[in-house]
Nanobody, 124 residues
């Protein structure tokens, strides 16, 4: 099982970036999938997690309306489209996979496979 994030970098406030999480060794549609982030000196937090339906898909309050999670089953890849970025979005972003029964959960303890993380810096 391997997860590889990409798409991080430096972006100006108000800009957009799309993160990708390529899965190998398993089919991500059979698992709970989630994006987390961790800023310096802060705890890891769930940003957006795919639910069994659109209604059960989770978004952190501070990213609602700005971030959109999605997946491409043909490419076995999960995405996080992030718009209207602000400096508070600066963090290392991780994708994670867990047992399917935890779909929609934003609790990090429910996820046991993690990518290496990708740095996102929002700064002018």
């Amino acid at each position: 099982v391997q997860l590889v994030e990409s798409g991080g970098g430096l972006v100006q406030p108000g800009g957009s970036l799309r993160l990708s999480c390529a899965a190998s060794g398993f089919t991500l549609d059979y698992y709970a999938m989630c994006w987390f982030r961790q800023a310096p000196g802060k705890a890891r937090e769930g940003v957006s997690c795919i639910g069994s339906s659109e209604k059960t898909t989770y978004y952190l309050d501070s990213v609602k309306g700005r971030f959109t999670i999605g997946q491409d089953n043909a490419k076995n890849t999960m995405y996080l489209q992030r718009n209207a970025l602000n400096p508070e979005d600066t963090a290392v972003y991780y994708c994670a996979a867990g047992d399917r029964k935890y779909r929609g959960s934003y609790y990090y303890g429910h996820y046991d496979n993690w990518g290496q993380g990708t740095q996102v810096t929002v700064s002018s």
